[in-house]
């Protein structure tokens, strides 16, 4: 009796131990699958917001077709298949939701600034069927939002010239922009001319990248290093980028970084930068050069009424800066009596942190940044 109760106590424990054992497979299995789906999520809200970013530019249907064909990628590509469901939505800052899961060719509402994503799977339970369950829901959840661009990192295509608002403003892509060695830019639109900045309202800056003031990051990121640069600097920020991160500020704000510069562009260092460009034409890229974009500029009497416990500002000009644009440059002229920067304006997306509250009112042309929010 004894040696058959064993038997029947070790057989019930061997069942035990197959559904513990099976169970914990299952686990494991429905982890990996669960991760795949968040990647392929996240993935498709990037995407997605990417498209939603160009604006007037673009559909519902090239939001959701962006977004459905990043998820099946990332699906594919890690051999995840069958009983999937995808759906997205466009959402705005107060939580309103537009359903665009296998949507038309509409514009999308202009408050939308954001792409929520939801991949769900059906995953048979292997061992599971032994406690009745054949199926389980596996799924994740992202959502991603664009804005305008707050900070380039070092070592970005920065070209260190600013252009005012307002020419970006009356722009858009395809534009052809012309900085001059002076104080005026000329912008070609629907092939009429438009000519901006006078000695008194310079609508251009050289800016010195090694001296720029924000008052949120100096105790702990102090970039206020260089006053005096010279044109070796110059030359070594057009061949190899900015320095120090640049961060943008709000229109018309105190935040954000207020750089030293001067008004019009340095002819010097126009030569490094046409070099620059065929170098990126040499190596199969697009000569794409990102342009500080300010909306107003202080000499150092403004300066201290701005940031009054500053202290001293050394006697410049200092251009805040609210953006970047894209350029593609096409042309540099370096010698003779007018020198000058030539290129297109071009509708630029990048992944980076974003200026808050600038989604659903962002100035087109700006480049956009796209984040992760969920």
Known sequence: MRKGQTVVLLALAMVVLLIVAGVALDSARLYRVRHILQNAADAGALSG????????????????????QRVQANLTLNNVVGNIVVRAYLRNDAGTEWNITNSNSDQPPPPANRVRVEVKKAENVLFGKLLGREYTNVGAYAQAQFGLLRTLPPFSNIVPIALHREIISNAEEGDLIVAWDGFEITVLHNNNFSNYGDPSNPYSGWLNLEWIHNSDYDASENREINQSHSQA??????????????????????????????????????????????????QGQRPIFYFIVFDRYFDRNGMR????????????????????????????RWQGSDKYVKGFLVNFTRAGDILQNSGSSADDELVKGVVLIQ
């Open 305 to 332: 009424n701005l940031f009054p416990s500053h202290g001293n500002f050394p006697n410049a000009n200092y251009f805040h800066v609210i953006g970047f644009v894209g350029i593609e440059v096409t042309e540099v």
């Open 233 to 282: 600097n110059v030359n070594e920020w057009i061949r190899n980028g900015n320095p120090y991160r640049i961060i943008a500020g709000s229109l018309m704000g105190r935040d954000g970084d207020f750089i030293m510069g001067n008004p019009g562009i340095r002819a010097s260092g126009l030569q490094e930068l046409a070099n620059k460009r065929q170098q990126l034409i040499n």
């Open 49 to 68: 917001a990417q498209v939603l970013a160009q604006g007037e530019r673009t559909t519902q249907r090239a939001i959701w077709e962006a977004t459905y």
